[in-house]
Nanobody, 124 residues
């Protein structure tokens, strides 16, 4: 059974940092693109960042560009999201997702596997 399990969420003050992790189990995702999405209360689930199978290509939403960094360790079957200079508007539940393709993609409908999410709260 495929599982994506996020960790690292929590509460932080504005300007602070958090590092999210997403550990995959049940199969290897070393040839799959991975992504992070987030959903704030009462809003749609939005794209945050994506990384291709090798880690050589990344893509970010404009709202996080320059502040967030996505990376992966295929040996550990894990993808990360380093979040710096956090703002209150970054408050959301963050979801890890995986595609059955190797290239990056920003569309929620194109991801095949999802984690349960980890909450992030940024206070002002």
């Amino acid at each position: 059974q495929v599982q994506l399990v996020e960790s690292g969420g929590g509460s932080v003050q504005a300007g602070g940092s958090l590092r999210l992790s997403c550990a995959a189990s049940g199969r290897t995702f070393s040839r799959n693109a991975m992504g992070w999405f987030r959903q704030a209360p009462g809003k749609e689930r939005d794209f945050v960042a994506a990384i291709n199978w090798s880690g050589g290509s990344t893509y970010y939403a404009d709202s996080v560009k320059g502040r967030f960094t996505i990376s992966r360790d295929n040996a550990k079957n894990t993808v990360y999201l380093q979040m710096n200079s956090l703002k209150p508007e970054d408050t959301a539940v963050y979801y890890c997702a995986a595609r059955d393709y190797s290239g990056t993609n920003a569309f929620r409908r194109d991801y095949d596997y999802w984690g349960q999410g980890t909450p992030v709260t940024v206070s002002s």
